[in-house]
């Protein structure tokens, strides 16, 4: 009890002090206008931050998706390269156009005939050559694939207003493998 009476009898003593004062604008006593000028600049700051993260959650989107693209080219020339010579045209295009699809799903898009498809709108195209000459070597047979998506135009992620004008008009990949 005694310590009690002596903690709150130094607490008076120091706010009597004449040493100890507060100044008025410590954080103890913050006044109503200090208050409102911080809620103003956490409204002036914010939607800039909201921005800059919708920005690099689009643009770091839309680099995973390129790097699709290019695999799925990829995948789609190596399908026609591996399947047996013997095999005709329409069978080679079908196993590429799965490759791609396989490639592509987790993205939703998908290459129905010549066309890049993302839910029902068409957004791109895909383009397969699985017995054209060699661009490099005319006397060889090479197996072109190709992938074209509009993204500016037709972005995976709605755009945040103002942003779209960062991101790249269209997203091209092509592969060329020799076949046999």
Known sequence: MTAVMEASS?????????????????????????????????????????????????????????QALGQAASEGARAVAIVPSGMDTATKTTKSRTAINDALGGYG????????????????????????????????????????HAYRANPLVPSFPGLGVTLPQNLTYTSVVEVN
Do not use: K, W
């Open 10 to 66: 130094a607490r008076r003593s120091l706010a009597r002090s004449p040493g100890i004062v507060r100044p008025e604008g410590s954080p103890s006593r913050r006044s109503e206008r200090e208050r409102g000028a911080a809620m103003v600049e956490f409204a002036l700051v914010l939607p800039v931050f909201v921005a800059l993260v919708f920005g690099i959650v689009s643009y770091g989107y839309m680099l995973s998706y390129r």
């Open 109 to 148: 898009v998908t290459c129905s005939g010549t066309n890049l498809v993302h839910g029902s709108s068409t957004d791109g195209t895909c383009s397969i050559q699985p017995n054209v000459a060699c661009p490099a070597d005319a006397t060889r047979r090479c197996a072109v694939v190709t992938v074209t």
